[in-house]
């Protein structure tokens, strides 16, 4: 069975940091591409950064560039997401994703990823 689950979330004031995880269990996660997405109330699941299998190569959004660093640790199995800055509009249920064949072209696309985890919620007040 895969289970990818989030945690690190909380309520937090702007300006502060939070580190995101996600631990992987089920699939041979050093095998598979990691991306982290977030949805807002009403809104959209949106893109929000994407890690290939050894970690040298990550994608951003352009709404979070410089704010944003994922990072993956194979020998845990898991995929963090650091935020720092956070700022009230990036108050969002945070998800991880995990992708076996994940292209340059579709990182930022939901269908590109085979499994997901259920998300934590950040909320940022001003």
């Known amino acids: 069975q895969v289970q990818l689950v989030e945690s690190g979330g909380g309520l937090v004031q702007a300006g502060a940091s939070l580190r995101l995880s996600c631990a992987v269990s089920?699939?041979?996660?050093?095998?598979?591409?990691m991306g982290w997405f977030r949805q807002a109330p009403g809104k959209e699941r949106e893109f929000v950064a994407h890690?290939?299998?050894?970690?040298?190569?990550?994608y951003y959004a352009d709404s979070v560039k410089g704010r944003f660093t994922i990072s993956r640790d194979n020998a845990k199995s898991t995929v963090y997401l650091h935020i720092f800055s956070l700022k009230p509009e990036d108050t969002a249920n945070y998800y991880c994703?995990?992708?076996?064949?994940?292209?340059?072209?579709?990182?930022?696309?939901?269908?590109?990823?085979?499994?997901w985890g259920q998300g934590t919620q950040v909320t940022v007040s001003s």
């Open positions: 089920g699939i041979t996660f050093s095998t598979y591409l």
């Open positions: 890690i290939n299998r050894s970690g040298g190569t990550t």
């Open positions: 994703a995990a992708g076996r064949f994940v292209g340059p072209n579709t990182y930022d696309t939901n269908r590109a990823y085979d499994y």
